[in-house]
């Protein structure tokens, strides 16, 4: 069964950090593009961060210089750390895998991505 657990999220002030995970089972993850996405209320969602198969990462411009993405291919895990937080950052956060296999891209648009987890919520505190 191809599943996506996501984990980390929590209050936290702003300025502060949090770091998400999010676990995959039932595929070959390491040959996967991992992307995030996060929604706010209200909002659409959007794109956050995504690393290739290969490790090339990419970040939507209103969070470059505090998140990072990172992942574990021995734990089947990626990782979003989430530094110098804001106000705005409060969302649910989604992890999601990439529909291609070795797929080498930039994959921003959610319809690039087939599977995804049930989210995780982050709320910073002003």
């Known amino acids: 069964q191809v599943q996506l657990v996501e984990s980390g999220g929590g209050l936290v002030q702003a300025g502060g950090s949090l770091r998400l995970s999010c676990a995959a089972s039932?595929?070959?993850?390491?040959?996967?593009?991992m992307g995030w996405f996060r929604q706010a209320p209200g909002k659409e969602r959007e794109f956050v961060a995504q690393?290739?198969?290969?490790?090339?990462?990419y970040y939507a411009d209103f969070v470059k210089g505090r998140f990072t993405i990172s992942r574990d291919n021995a734990k089947n895990t990626v990782y979003l750390q989430m530094n110098s937080l804001k106000p705005e950052d409060t969302a649910v956060y989604y992890c999601a895998a990439h529909a291609t296999h070795y797929y080498s891209g930039y994959a921003s648009r959610s319809d690039e991505y087939d599977t995804w987890g049930q989210g995780t919520q982050v709320t910073v505190s002003s």
């Open positions: 690393i290739n198969w290969n490790r090339d990462t």
């Open positions: 039932g595929f070959p993850f390491s040959t996967y593009t």
